[in-house]
Structure formats: C-alpha cells, structure tokens
C-alpha cells in the first residue's frame, strides 16, 4: 500500500510516496539516484548496503521505508561536507584502504557508526565491528589502519 513516509535524508527533510514496504536500498537508489548505496547480496550479509540511520548502520536491504519513518538517515553521499571528505572518507583514501570500491561505502558507514559509540576503538573492536561487511579485493589490513588513523583524527588528535 502506497504511503507518504518523511524523515530526514543527508540533512535534508524529505518525503516519498511509495509503497511503505519497499526496501530503503531501493528508494535511495532507484527513487532517489543516490548509488552509492550498493546492492550486494540482498540479504543482509555482505554490509555493502549499509548506512546510517539515526547514526547507527543498518542493512537498507533489509529495512522497510516504514521503519525508517520521522528517523535521519545518511547515506554515503551526505558524510561530506561541503564538498570535503568526512576525515574517515580521507583516512580511507589515504590509507588506500579501498580497490574497487564497491564495498568501500557501507565500510565507511559501519565504521563511522562504531567510531561514534565508541570514540577510542582497539584493533579488535575494529575487527570485530567490521567482520560483517565483506571486501573481496582484500585490503582488510588498510581498513583497519584507515578506521584506526580516523577515529584519533574525529577525536580531534592527528
């Protein structure tokens, strides 16, 4: 059943008209061009989906538009600001912790969420938070070195 469903996108209040139970994944990409929310396996498992809703990332294969109702969401596209990368968007650049970029969006995501709960993560809540988002390309190792340099910089240290 169609259903007008407002909450905030990227810092920007928005509101769809669709059917409440489709998948968040769909919305953004499909409704709203916003692709860089990926589609990986569809079922929850790979974390190429992720992003942020109410800061806390969350599969948006998995997620009905009804569930994210009067919630902020942020996608990929609205870490920025003002055209600058979010430092952890920057740590994962200049970590190279990325190669084909695929899953690159929803580990940004994921590791921002746990940045914020958890503001000085060791190296195994890192691996442990980011053991469900799954990297083919296997650069696990600049991942970590990436969230790591991140976190020190988002507590204002360098």
């Known amino acids: 059943m169609n259903e007008k469903i407002?909450?905030?996108?990227?810092?920007e209040p928005i509101?769809?008209?669709?059917d409440s139970d489709r998948m968040?994944?769909?919305?953004l990409r499909t409704d709203l061009n916003l692709t860089g929310t990926k589609f990986g396996c569809g079922e929850g498992f790979c974390g190429a989906c992720t992003?942020?809703?109410?800061?806390?990332?969350?599969r948006?294969?998995?997620t009905s538009l009804k569930d994210i109702k009067g919630k902020h969401v942020i996608t990929i596209e609205g870490l920025s600001n003002n055209g600058?990368?979010?430092?952890i968007q920057q740590a994962f650049v200049d970590h190279d912790a990325l190669q084909c970029g695929f899953c690159t969006p929803g580990m940004i995501l994921n590791a921002y969420s746990m940045i914020i709960k958890n503001p000085n993560p060791s190296m195994k809540?890192?691996?442990?938070?980011?053991d469900d988002n799954l990297c083919r390309c296997g650069a696990h190792n600049r991942i970590v070195?990436?969230?790591q340099s991140a976190a020190k910089i988002m507590q204002g240290g360098k």
């Open 145 to 147: 070195q990436a969230i």
């Open 6 to 11: 407002t909450f905030t996108l990227n810092g």
């Open 51 to 58: 992003v942020l809703v109410d800061n806390e990332a969350i």
């Open 60 to 62: 948006s294969c998995q």
């Open 84 to 87: 600058a990368l979010h430092p």
């Open 24 to 27: 968040l994944l769909w919305v």
């Open 15 to 18: 509101s769809v008209t669709t």
């Open 125 to 130: 809540d890192i691996i442990e938070n980011m």
